[in-house]
């Protein structure tokens, strides 16, 4: 099958500091990864698309500097979430595209707690 | 960009009845669509998903319908068992897999009743 992880599950930090979340594909390479965010109760909605060796482009209304894309490798990508404020507390998850299916994967997802 | 509307936000059903979830997209140059089934906390699983090629897929108790005149596509559980008790999104993405990002319903939260 195709397995994604991220890490860490969860997270509590103070406000103004950064946090950094990775995306890893763990038996298959992704020359795509999605970051989506998921508030309570609510529905996924993409943040961003990164891509090995690129820039990520970002969805309207995502600060880019803020979120910080990093897809090094083709089994990697990492979110870091930068002077984190408590409204920036949510469910991150990402997701890795196995292109032979077309098909997305999505990782366990990482909870940010923004205190 | 893509907006995807889903209904309805909760069903229950018995258990052993069926079950249907409905969405409608705004974006014609759409061509994927999959449905996912969250679980309270867990990351979304791909239960089926239905490329713009084929009108109908159904895999065991599960089948998607599309029609892309109308712009909408549906999910059906049938004899529904307690499992089946979970969050559901239904996704779009105007590339042939999700090669772009997917939009998301709003979701619906189907209670099986025993």
């Known amino acids: 099958g195709a397995v994604v992880s991220q890490h860490p599950s969860w997270v509590i930090c103070k406000s103004g500091t950064s946090v950094k979340i990775e995306c890893r594909s763990l038996?298959?390479?992704?020359?795509?990864m999605f970051w989506y965010r998921q508030f309570p109760k609510q529905s996924l909605m993409l943040m961003a698309t990164?891509?090995?060796?690129?820039?990520?482009?970002?969805e309207q209304g995502v600060e880019k500097d803020k979120f910080l894309i990093n897809h090094a490798s083709l089994t990697l990508s990492t979110l870091t979430v930068t002077s984190a404020h408590p409204e920036d507390s949510s469910f991150y998850i990402c997701?890795?595209?196995?292109?032979?299916?077309?098909?997305?994967?999505f990782g366990p997802g990482t909870r940010l707690l923004v205190l | 960009g893509e907006n995807v509307e889903q209904h309805p936000s909760t069903l229950s059903v018995q258990e052993g009845d069926s079950a249907v979830i409905k969405c409608t997209y705004s974006?014609?140059?759409?061509?994927?669509f999959p449905w996912y089934k969250q679980e309270l906390g867990k990351r979304p699983q791909l239960i089926i998903d239905?490329?713009?090629?084929?009108g109908e897929k159904k895999d065991q108790r599960i089948a998607v319908t599309l029609n892309k005149t109308a712009k909408h596509f549906s999910l059906h559980i049938t004899e529904t068992q307690p499992e089946d008790s979970a969050v559901y999104f239904c996704?779009?993405?105007?590339?042939?897999?999700?090669?772009?990002?997917?939009?998301f319903g709003k979701g619906t939260h189907l209670i099986i009743q025993p």
């Open positions: 997701s890795a595209l196995r292109a032979v299916e077309e098909t997305q994967y």
């Open positions: 038996d298959f390479q992704a020359t795509t």
């Open positions: 990164s891509n090995e060796g690129s820039k990520a482009t970002y």
């Open positions: 974006d014609s140059a759409s061509n994927y």
């Open positions: 239905i490329r713009s090629n084929v």
């Open positions: 996704a779009a993405s105007w590339s042939g897999g999700g090669a772009d990002g997917l939009t």
